[in-house]
């Protein structure tokens, strides 16, 4: 009897001992944020007119799951095409991005909605001025 009860304790032990396992590495990957990739131009406003504006064709803005980013064809100064990369972080609504220029460094009311990115910026311009420019951008 004696016996049998130091056998059952043993397996009770090893059973227990062998669920213990180390659970490292099992968690899956998270989901990169849906706004993870490239985006080009749907419609672009500025001060709120015009949709579709030539000078932003070539507009391409990245966003990578290691919160790094490239912007590369925006017409900032005299609509001469400009390039940025840097780290970017969201907070809230507002995507800062780090290396952006003036005006570029922080994307207002940032969002995603019917499959589109939406944002604004606030840029001086040497031929307009001070402008409001809205995006509504298509991923690629």
């Known amino acids: 009897m004696?016996?049998?009860?130091?056998?059952?304790?043993?397996?009770?032990?090893?059973?227990?001992?062998?669920?213990?396992?180390?659970?490292?590495?099992?968690?899956?990957?998270?989901?990169?944020?849906?706004?993870?990739?490239?985006?080009?131009?749907?419609?672009?406003?500025?001060?709120n007119q015009g949709a579709n504006l030539s000078e932003f064709s070539d507009f391409r803005l990245s966003f990578n799951s290691d919160n790094?980013?490239?912007?590369?064809g925006l017409p900032v100064d005299s609509f001469t095409p400009t390039q940025y990369s840097g780290n970017y972080t969201l907070s809230g609504s507002t995507m800062s991005l780090a290396g952006a220029g003036a005006g570029f460094a922080n994307l207002l009311n940032f969002g995603l909605a019917n499959n589109r990115l939406n944002f604004t910026v606030n840029a001086q311009n040497t031929k307009i001025g001070s402008v409001v420019l809205?995006?509504?951008?298509?991923?690629q």
């Open 68 to 72: 790094t980013y490239s912007l590369s």
């Open 2 to 47: 004696k016996l049998q009860k130091i056998i059952y304790l043993f397996f009770t032990l090893v059973i227990l001992l062998s669920s213990c396992g180390d659970d490292e590495g099992t968690e899956p990957a998270p989901n990169p944020p849906a706004y993870v990739g490239t985006w080009r131009p749907g419609d672009v406003k500025i001060n």
């Open 134 to 139: 809205t995006f509504s951008l298509i991923k």
